[in-house]
């Protein structure tokens, strides 16, 4: 289908942008990447009367790190994580999770801060932000203000952010020495949405003992979820492997998945348990800088 009309407008700066979204209130929508929005204009899910595209204000692609962050700007786009250096050597399980997302036509374009912008529990970088700890930061004709991610979506394809206000950053806390993460996905063909997908990051100690731990879930509830029980349940413990059972265990128990095409909620709470193992031994494989074992 072809979308309704819209009037476009191309902002050259931060600031003429946050203007125009105060100016034309909420019928105006963002653009940056544009591979959930334009796909929802098409359906006719979506027909904004505006349409504010932020892709020629300079300055926003960044991937950089400072003040114990790595920092990634409202136009960075998914290749340009799955191929930063940085992101290889530090986050793992950020490159693991732009490696799932679509498909590298949609990954040219889309951004991360779209992917998290967007609301939607299907998507993949909500649950990798959620073991991360990240923060937002939400610019807006007020200034900026930061929003911790377990905050920042509060139902379904429903953000913190309010319509005059633009995701300009994720801020993602460096991680100390001897830390790990990983970020697995089911899908049912290449590129596909995520049956289930879960995010762990984990520290250990000198001792191995686990000191934090973050536990992400894609798609098995309204919004992401932040498996809260599992991550407490880590901490203080040693990664045995009953550990690693009863915390996927946990981690299971927390989603609240629903029959649907790509399966029951019964097969879907399983598939949780089973990429949560998994999830956790590939993250402590990583943090105790050992090859990859047997997942
Ligand atoms: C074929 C296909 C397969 C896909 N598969 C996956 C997948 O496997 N996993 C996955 O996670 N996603 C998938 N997606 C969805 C898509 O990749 C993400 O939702 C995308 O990353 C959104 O980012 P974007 O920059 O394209 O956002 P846009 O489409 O431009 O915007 C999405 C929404 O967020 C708002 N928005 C965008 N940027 C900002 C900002 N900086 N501040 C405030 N609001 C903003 C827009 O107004 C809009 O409401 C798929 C999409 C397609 C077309």
């Known amino acids: ?14 600031d003429e942008a946050l203007s125009l979204l105060q100016k034309l209130g909420p019928e105006a929508k963002l653009l940056s990447g544009g591979q959930s929005l334009i796909p929802m204009m098409k359906l006719r899910l979506l027909s904004p ?44 399980i950020l490159a693991d999770t732009a490696k799932v997302i679509a498909d590298p036509l949609v990954r040219g374009q889309a951004t991360v801060c779209g992917n998290l912008a ?41 953000t913190a952010l309010n319509a ?22 089911l899908e049912r063909k290449v590129g596909d949405f995520a049956t289930a997908g879960v ?12 000191r934090r731990s973050g536990v992400g879930l894609t798609n098995v509830g309204l919004t992401p979820i932040k498996a809260k029980q599992a991550e407490a349940f880590l901490v203080g413990k040693t990664l045995d492997d ?21 399966g029951s909620a019964d097969y879907k709470r399983d598939l949780v348990r089973v990429l949560a193992a998994r999830a956790l031994a590939r993250a402590l494989d990583r943090a105790l800088d050992r090859p990859k074992g047997g997942v």
């Open 1 to 14: 289908m072809i979308p309704r009309t819209f009037e476009y407008f191309s902002p050259q700066t931060l």
């Open 49 to 92: 009367q505006y349409i504010v595209d932020i892709n020629r204000i300079p300055g926003l692609d960044y991937i950089s790190e400072s003040d114990g962050h790595l920092k990634i700007g409202a136009l960075a786009r998914e290749y340009e994580l799955e191929n930063s250096e940085l992101v290889k050597s530090k986050f793992p």
């Open 118 to 158: 967007h609301g939607d529990p299907a998507n993949d970088h909500p649950a990798t932000m959620l073991a991360l700890g990240a923060t937002v930061v939400a610019t807006g004709p007020n200034g900026r203000r930061e929003i911790a991610i377990e905050d920042f979506f509060p139902g379904l394809f429903t």
């Open 164 to 185: 005059e206000e633009i995701l300009t950053e994720v801020r993602i806390p460096l991680p100390p020495p001897s830390s790990g993460g990983a970020y697995l996905k």
């Open 199 to 210: 995010a762990v990051q984990l520290t250990l100690d000198d001792g191995g003992i686990c």
């Open 242 to 262: 009953a550990t690693v059972k009863q915390a996927a265990g946990l981690a299971a128990s927390e989603s609240q998945p629903m029959d649907d095409i790509r």
